[in-house]
Each structure stands twice: as structure tokens, then as C-alpha cells.
């Protein structure tokens, strides 16, 4: 039986140098349960080193998708989620083996590692908020090979973003979503096209994350979807609107 | 040549950090990618770009730029000013395009290799 569930798949943690420190695990958890999301994103950029500390403290509610927003080298952001930690961290590694550079915490902020209680265990010292040397197509093409799903991050900002960077979003680009802002020239796009049109032409869905920094911007914009239990297999079918589940409505809330 | 006299001379509009205009400018860099400015700029640049968000005042100061001029009449975020009063980082307007601007610019003796 399907159901509707409300995801949040682009929530960073303290680990993020840009995010809040008050973004630890127990406060994240609290605070989506409280906007009832089944299923939540930990995109921090470049690292998915809080992934575990945040499922940890979840306990399964809501469901903890592992996952990182990479910085390509043309500068696009992407979130890349996985079903699986290993997956998450063969994507570590070799971003990891291509970010130069160490984080200035006074400027770009501090980046802190945290366990399942949001106690600080140690600090990031790699430079995260820069740019991974690996083109936007490999990166897509490492994480569908691993697995996982790639989402072009907010699409209609002015900045990181596949349109402000490319200018388009190019065909050539097989992203399983498109995130956009609630506002924005994408605001009244359907979800998705009907489902008649055939698998090979259906674009990609628009889809509308939170990308919260802080504890209570978590939910604030999510996604509605047509899913048979919360987890990564199916919204990945949802994206593809696969044997009845489907993305319903992006839900944005001031 | 000193900040100000470019700035002068090439009517741009000043946001903030009137009183920062004193630096001395020889060299400048353009881009648009933050990767590139953190790898290739060099201190004391005056840096031109496109980009107005918030990281633009944080690379310019991890580089120690001495300012930003936006082209094509881009004006900086609200973040991205507050930013740089913070940081003592003169943000710049020049209504120009970049090709033009860095050429007038190059004109005036600011090069863009070596020191």
C-alpha cells in the first residue's frame, strides 16, 4: 500500500563550515520529527562524516539517508545519496583525493565532527566548502556508479548551481531530481509529467529540500511522495515514478 | 596607484569601506570561480568578478585581496556587504562589462602577471 510521506533530502550538520553549530544530531532529529519528515538527506559539503552520528540518534525515525553535497570543479553543487554507508564512502574517498586545500575556520567557519549526542569528537581540517577537482560528469557518473542518486542542487539560484554555472541544465546530464527553491520561475512546474510519457523522455522531477543550516530551517521546504515504506529504494522508484509511487507536491512552509 | 584614484577614474560605485580605498594596487585577477581565486589570486589584488554571494568576502580575505569590483552593474548581496564591513573589504561597482573594464584598467598601468 502506498502512503504519503514528507522528505527533507538537503539538511547539513555542523560538520558544514556555512551551518550553524547548534545543527547537531539530537536537535535534528527533534526538529524533523516535529515536522513529521519520514525520511531526511545529511548532504554536508563534500563529507558525509556525520551521516552515522545523525542515523545514530534517529533510531530509524525518521529514516537517515547518507549522503554529501559535492562542489564540482565547474562549481555546481549536487547532492549525491546513497542507500548504503560504503557506497557513501567510496564517494568520500575520492572526493577526499581530489579537495585541496585546509578549511579557514574564521572565515568560512568551524567544521565540527560530532557523535549521536551532538558531543563534538573532532573537527574537519579539509577545506570543504572548495571545489572537488572532478567535472560535473564524473561525479554523476560515480555516483550512479555506486549506486546512489545525484540531485542538482537548487537549480534556480544564482550561484552553485548547474543553470548560474552551465546555464542550462545540459541533456547529456542524467540527474535523478532537480532541487528548486519554493520561489522562483520554477514555482508553478508540476512535479512531474504524466505518466504516459515514455521512461527515456521523462525529465527529471522537481523536487524542493530544505537545505537547512540551521535547526529550524529543517523542513521548512520538503517533498511530498508516494511511497510503499520511507527509504532510499523507494524514492528512488518515487523519482521515476515507478509501479505507482511518484513525487506529489514540493511543500514549502514561511 | 592608490584604490581610490581607480575608483575615481573609472566612476565606480563604492558599498562599503570608504575609508579602505588607501590600498595600493598594482595587480588584478578575474574569475568567477572561487576555486580559482583561492589558487591563482595573489595578496593586494583587485579582484574582478560576477559573483556576489557571501564566499566572495571570504576568499578575498583568506587571499588578502585589497577589493572586489562587480561587474555589469551586479551589486552584492545584503550578506555579502555585512561580510565585508566585517572584514575591512572594499566591494566595488563598475557598470562595464569585464573585458572593458580590466582593458581600461591594463591602461593604467594594473597588470595581471608577475609583481
Not at chain 1, 69 to 78: G, Y
Not at chain 1, 197 to 220: K, M
Request: glycine share 10%; aromatic share 4%.
Amino acid at each position: 500500500m502506498l502512503t504519503e510521506h514528507h522528505v527533507d533530502l538537503h539538511v547539513h550538520t555542523c560538520l558544514s563550515p556555512c551551518a550553524d553549530a547548534d545543527m547537531i544530531p539530537p536537535a535534528m532529529v527533534r526538529r524533523a520529527r516535529e515536522c513529521g519528515l519520514s525520511v531526511i538527506g545529511v548532504c554536508d559539503h563534500n563529507s558525509g562524516e556525520n551521516v552515522r552520528a545523525v542515523r545514530e540518534a534517529a533510531e530509524g525515525k525518521p529514516v537517515v539517508l547518507g549522503g554529501m553535497e559535492v562542489n564540482t570543479r565547474e562549481e555546481v553543487h549536487l547532492l549525491a545519496l546513497f542507500g548504503d554507508q560504503e557506497a557513501l564512502e567510496k564517494l568520500q574517498e575520492l572526493v577526499y583525493r581530489h579537495l585541496a586545500g585546509w578549511n579557514r575556520a574564521d572565515l568560512f567557519g568551524e567544521q565540527y565532527l560530532v557523535d549521536r549526542e551532538g558531543y563534538a569528537v573532532g573537527i574537519n581540517r579539509r577545506l570543504l566548502i572548495g571545489a572537488a577537482d572532478l567535472s560535473i560528469d564524473r561525479v554523476v557518473a560515480e555516483v550512479h556508479g555506486l549506486g546512489g542518486l545525484a540531485i542538482a542542487s537548487h537549480i534556480d539560484r544564482p550561484s552553485y548551481s548547474v543553470i548560474s554555472q552551465l546555464g542550462t541544465v545540459p541533456p547529456s546530464l542524467a540527474f535523478d531530481a532537480l532541487e528548486v527553491t519554493g520561489a522562483g520561475p520554477f514555482a508553478r512546474e508540476p512535479c512531474d509529467l504524466p505518466a504516459d510519457q515514455p521512461p527515456g523522455l521523462r525529465p527529471a522531477p522537481l523536487v524542493c529540500f530544505s537545505d537547512a543550516h540551521r535547526t529550524r530551517e529543517i523542513g521548512l521546504r520538503s517533498t511530498s511522495m508516494l511511497l510503499a515504506e520511507p527509504g532510499f529504494e523507494e524514492i528512488r522508484r518515487a523519482l521515476r515514478a515507478w509501479s505507482g509511487r511518484r513525487v506529489l507536491r514540493r511543500n514549502t512552509r514561511s | 596607484m592608490k584604490l581610490v584614484e581607480i575608483v575615481e577614474r573609472l566612476d565606480l560605485k563604492v558599498h562599503c569601506c570608504r575609508d579602505q580605498l588607501d590600498g595600493d594596487i598594482t595587480r588584478g585577477y578575474a574569475s568567477d570561480l572561487m576555486s580559482d581565486v583561492i589558487a591563482h589570486a595573489q595578496e593586494g589584488d583587485l579582484w574582478i568578478t560576477l559573483q556576489v554571494h557571501l564566499n566572495v568576502v571570504a576568499v578575498a580575505a583568506m587571499k588578502s585581496l585589497n577589493g572586489v569590483v562587480f561587474i555589469n552593474g551586479k551589486e552584492p548581496e545584503p550578506e555579502t556587504l555585512d561580510r565585508a564591513r566585517e572584514e575591512g573589504i572594499p566591494l566595488l561597482t563598475s557598470g562595464l562589462p569585464a573585458f572593458e573594464l580590466i582593458g581600461r584598467l591594463y591602461g593604467m598601468g594594473i597588470r595581471g602577471a608577475g609583481r
